[in-house]
């Protein structure tokens, strides 16, 4: 048995005596996405009745969350959420879930400079012969959060692979605990299917693309769809920076797309991203994969780094606009929905390089539940989050068009953002333009 199997079997506990750290009070970091410590989750929530006021912090969150399911009057656990997804936005619609603002490539930064976390817990491979325990597809801001933590308790995971990148381990002497156990696979990310109108606006961001062009596909049906459609197109050459890798991705390099030889110095030839989020398939293609490296996220979304790619292309969507431009993608009102994450910082990023492109999409409207449109382009916003202001707002584009904001004033905003409204709300976004004095009597569409 060497040193490193020896510190092992000293550090290796149960979940019920590692959580036995925690205090009232304290700050927990849970690791994210597939890092979910499902073991040490279910000890900790079942010392509830010992503990007062722990807050939980992580994001990606795909459920169950024993410390917020079995708290629900929250007497003894807040959860806290720097991204949501489906069932952490369930979660805050019920007030068991509140949201932490953030841009994605200042995340590692928060927690070095300015948070604390007393203990930390996180899913991680099991421990190679050098005595290093590997993030996995779940790097973004794992080491930082280790870096800051007092306390550092592992959950081997055997499910999850080892995969290449940057800062992307943890050594045996940082660690205070381990803890094993049972886990059941890794949950899966399918990919959305597209609609008609999704369809229409992939065609115009496909029909913008070059060849040679380092692509950055966001969350959601759109960038999906998009990624499918690059797939069957003619382009070449293509490379991937991205912070999160996904299905469409994989979709590209079956095509034969994905080169990334565009690129250049240490990354020459790889693909870039700082979380995996897919399939099973989509997993095993990263996994020990030396062409993927998964990286934390202040150099994922590093705006200079993004700004130095040859011709990065910046694809993501949005949830509404307002007619001065400004763009929501992460609440609808005040209903919280997913974040900011890296949006603005690749928007930021392609905007800034000279041979960059950034599109942000969205459908014009949409219908509710009970069959009524909506219009997604609104007068004013009412109380919805600007995830990117109008000083940064660029090319906007909907199932009518695209328009590029950069540059214009309000009179021409509105024009354009009215003109790739949905026809059934153009007459009175016109009039409420005339009422805010952002329409002049020469515009358009009258
Ligand atoms: C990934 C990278 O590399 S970096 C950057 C990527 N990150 C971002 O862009 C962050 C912000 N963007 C996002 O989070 C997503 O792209 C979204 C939310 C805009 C769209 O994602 P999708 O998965 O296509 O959204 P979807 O249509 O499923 O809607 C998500 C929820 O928002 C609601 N919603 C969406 N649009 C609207 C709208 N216009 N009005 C009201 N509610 C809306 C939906 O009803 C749904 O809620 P539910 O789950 O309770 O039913
Ligand atoms: C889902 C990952 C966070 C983001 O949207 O940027």
């Known amino acids: 048995m060497n040193d490193y199997n020896k510190e092992y079997n000293a550090k290796l506990t149960t979940p019920e005596k590692a959580v036995k750290v925690i205090k009232s009070g304290d700050w927990v970091d849970y690791g994210c996405l597939h890092a979910y410590p499902a073991l040490l989750d279910r000890a900790l929530a079942d010392r509830k009745e ?42 805050c619609d019920r007030g068991l879930c509140y949201f932490i603002p953030m841009l994605f490539r200042n995340l590692p930064g928060y927690y070095r400079r300015f948070l604390d976390v007393d203990v930390a817990m996180m899913a991680v491979t099991p421990m190679d012969e050098e005595g290093y325990f590997n993030f996995s597809v779940n790097n973004a801001t794992a080491r930082a959060v280790l870096d800051t933590a007092k306390v550092i308790i592992l959950e081997i995971n055997d499910k999850l692979p080892r995969l290449f990148g940057k800062e992307n381990k943890v050594h045996i002497s940082e660690v205070d605990a381990i803890v094993e156990g049972e886990h059941p696979d890794l949950f ?63 979709d590209m390099y079956k095509a034969g797309k994905i080169t990334n030889s565009n690129k250049t110095g240490e990354m020459k030839g790889k693909t870039v991203g700082g979380l995996v989020y897919g399939t099973k398939e989509l997993v095993e293609w990263t996994a020990e994969n030396p062409d993927v490296m998964i990286c934390p996220m202040d150099y994922v979304n590093d705006v200079n780094i993004i700004r130095s790619l040859d011709k990065f292309t910046s694809i993501n969507s949005c949830v509404g606009v307002d007619l001065f431009g400004q763009i929501s993608s992460e609440s609808a009102g005040t209903r919280h929905i997913s ?17 960059g492109k950034s599109f942000i999409c969205m459908p014009s409207s949409r219908v509710d539940r009970k069959g009524v449109r909506h219009s997604n382009v609104h007068a004013t916003f009412h109380g919805d989050i600007i995830t990117d202001p109008r000083s940064q707002s660029y090319q906007l584009v909907t199932e009518y068009g695209m328009v590029n904001l950069a540059g214009r004033s309000t009179w021409e905003r509105a024009e354009m953002l009215i003109s790739v409204a949905h026809p059934d709300f153009r007459e009175e976004l016109i009039q409420s333009a005339e009422e805010m004095k952002i329409w002049r009597r020469s515009n358009k569409l009258k």
Request: charged share 20%.
């Open 50 to 91: 010992e503990l007062e006021d722990v807050k939980v912090r992580s994001l990606l969150m795909h459920g169950p969350l024993h410390i917020v399911e079995e708290d629900p009057n929250q007497e003894h656990f807040t959860y806290n959420s720097w991204h949501m997804v489906k069932f952490e936005r369930n979660l």
């Open 188 to 250: 899966e990310i399918p990919s959305a299917s597209g609609s008609e109108i999704d369809e229409l606006i992939a065609n115009q961001i496909v029909s913008q693309m070059e060849d040679g062009a380092c692509v950055q596909l966001g969350v959601g049906g759109m960038p999906d769809l998009i990624g499918k459609k690059i797939a069957e197109s003619d382009l070449k050459n293509l490379g991937v920076h991205s912070e999160l890798i996904v299905n469409a991705n994989l």
């Open 339 to 355: 974040g900011t994450g890296g949006q603005l910082d690749f928007l930021t990023g392609a905007y800034d390089n000279p041979t």
